[in-house]
T-cell receptor, first 112, second 113 residues
Framework: SAVISQKPSRDICQRGTSLTIQCQVD?????MFWYRQQPGQSLTLIAT?????????ESGFVIDKFPISRPNLTFSTLTVSNMSPEDSSIYLC?????????FGSGTRLTVV | GQQLNQSPQSMFIQEGEDVSMNCTSS?????WLWYKQDPGEGPVLLIA?????ELTSNGRLTAQFGITRKDSFLNISASIPSDVGIYFC?????????????FGPGTSLSVIP
């Protein structure tokens, strides 16, 4: 199965700043997915990132707040912009993998 | 929109007991996935189901795709301490976008040695 590396694994950030999260996959994939998991909650899809086109955002998520890059078939970044304490969550990337979906270990973000 | 419900929300069991949890929806799904998440980790896929009525096992885990396509269950036999974690069901539907995975709220499992 695919192996996903996410960086950073955790960070504590000041409100008003931005954090860019990196996701590296060990194989080429068409689509990469970014999820948010708020404390004690389930996973919510933020956006789908396709190489060579703009990301597709889910309802409630906008590009200005969560810009995404997808420069090639093995890498993507998610930026959490102008952070507030409400953005404190785990952010996970995921790829389709032989009929299921594999997840990275996540980035635990705390905004103070 | 589509929504998944999981029950129970949490459960505390004795080591060695069998566990049963389920996932229901008012919508039809074409694929059901069961994940386990340990603290500080991403979800790990346990079992994937692709056909109505399908029954699939993975070691001590057994999952079934409901015949109505609106539900699925996961059983764990002879639980052990490392089974502790949060179990999520997830579904994919052709009705919306096949690539969009919808997650249930999770079942938290605690195993008492």
């Amino acid at each position: 199965s695919a192996v996903i590396s996410q960086k950073p694994s955790r960070d504590i950030c000041q409100r008003g700043t931005s954090l860019t999260i990196q996701c590296q996959v060990d194989s080429q994939v068409t689509m990469m997915f970014w999820y948010r998991q708020q404390p004690g909650q389930s996973l919510t899809l933020i956006a789908t990132a396709n190489q060579g086109s703009e990301a597709t955002y889910e309802s409630g998520f906008v590009i200005d707040k969560f810009p995404i890059s997808r420069p090639n078939l093995t890498f993507s970044t998610l930026t959490v912009s102008n952070m507030s304490p409400e953005d404190s969550s785990i952010y996970l990337c995921s790829v389709e993998d032989h009929g299921g979906y594999t997840f990275g270990s996540g980035t635990r973000l705390t905004v103070v | 929109g589509q929504q998944l419900n999981q029950s129970p929300q949490s459960m505390f069991i004795q080591e060695g007991e069998d566990v049963s949890m389920n996932c229901t929806s008012s919508s039809i799904f074409n694929t059901w996935l069961w994940y386990k998440q340990d603290p500080g980790e991403g979800p790990v896929l346990l079992i994937a189901l692709y056909k109505a009525g399908e029954l699939t096992s993975n070691g001590r885990l057994t999952a079934q795709f409901g015949i109505t396509r609106k539900d699925s269950f996961l059983n764990i036999s002879a639980s052990i301490p490392s089974d502790v974690g949060i179990y999520f069901c997830a579904g994919l539907s052709w009705k919306t976008s096949y690539d969009k995975v919808i997650f249930g709220p999770g079942t938290s499992l605690s195993v008492i040695p």
